[in-house]
């Protein structure tokens, strides 16, 4: 069974009718996936709820208090604009937190399944720096992730592996100083946030950035995995693999210039699967419904046939079937 961490209260996060960043994101994954062919192969874990999980020191180890106290306070008063583009409704708060708390179980389940996870979460988090959140993004999910595995028996390096269309400046801000943390970026370039150039290699050689040029598809991105991100992250050897997984880079995204296909991050997904066992997905952007729901869809599917590939090799079965 492949494990998904999903709860309707991330529907609940408001940024209005036409903000592209919105709850059907979530319902639309969740259609593409109930029409597959593996669909009772899924199952749905709720992320621990934030009365029952200590969520805020992790949140306090990635950004300001002043900050954190911003976002609850704009919550608290009816809601509000931290940017041009990323609205804090009243429900944002609570919902971040459990957001958080989702990734932190997602992290909880690929260490004690030593199998891949899923994390359908928002809001997103990529573009959240220390003291400022920006880009839809309020705390920084996948940095928080890292931080926190890092305090899990065994695990003395974690990589972040970001494919999202956009690269993760908030990431990168505060992951790039710790030395148990790789972070890797592929992301178009010129783009919002117009950072992450190749020159920024962190403060200990952990950070690869590869900007890509408008129109790539997937011939200049698997040019990318097989020569830069795979030995890269085979270098480091991480214990955990936490991939920022937007899907926005398909050419039918609007806000962006790229020219992947859904099934290309069937292809992504393969590519890494190698690497270790433990990986946690978590959603970030993706705003084109149909390439988004079909994209996650590549994902598991592709973690699914690996699975029951190594079954078969291990004297399984030999059959299609629950495990």
């Known amino acids: 069974m492949f494990p998904i961490i999903y709860s309707e209260r991330f529907l609940e996060r408001d940024n209005g009718r036409f903000h592209p960043e919105r709850r059907e994101r979530l319902t639309a994954i969740i259609e593409a996936i109930n029409a597959t062919n593996w669909a009772d192969r899924i199952r749905w874990n709720a992320p621990t709820p934030v009365d029952r999980r200590e969520v805020l020191p992790w949140i306090q180890q990635a950004h300001a208090q002043d900050y954190i106290n911003l976002v609850r306070q704009i919550a608290q008063e009816g809601g509000g604009m931290l940017d ?100 890797c970026s592929l992301h178009q370039s010129p783009g919002y946030p117009y950072t992450g150039r190749s020159e920024e290699r962190g403060m200990h050689e952990n950070v690869l950035n590869i900007p890509l040029s408008p129109r790539s598809t997937l011939t200049e991105y698997q040019t990318a995995f097989e020569g830069q ?40 997904t393969r590519l890494i699967l190698p690497l270790t066992h433990r990986i946690v997905f978590g959603l970030e952007g993706g705003y084109d419904l149909p390439s988004l729901g079909q994209s996650v869809v590549a994902t598991i599917e592709s973690c699914l046939t690996v699975s029951y590939s190594k079954r078969q090799e291990a004297g399984g079965r030999g059959k299609k079937g629950k495990p």
């Open 84 to 183: 041009m583009d990323t609205l804090v409704c009243p429900q944002s708060y609570e919902i971040a937190l459990l957001a958080v708390s989702a990734w932190l179980d997602g992290v909880d389940r690929a260490l004690n399944d030593n199998s891949p996870v899923f994390v359908l979460a928002r809001p997103p988090g990529h573009h959240a720096e220390r003291k400022m959140g920006m880009g839809f993004c309020l705390f920084s999910n996948a940095a928080i992730a890292a931080e926190y595995a890092l305090t899990q028996p065994n695990i003395d390096r974690v990589a972040i592996l970001d494919w999202d269309v956009h690269h993760g400046n908030g990431t990168q801000h505060i992951t790039e100083s710790n030395p148990r943390i790789a972070y």
């Open 229 to 268: 991100v795979i030995p890269f992250l085979q270098n480091f050897q991480p214990d955990l693999l936490v991939v920022s997984a937007g899907y926005d880079a398909n050419r039918d995204d609007p806000l962006s210039g790229m020219d992947l296909q859904p099934q290309d991050y069937g292809v992504f």
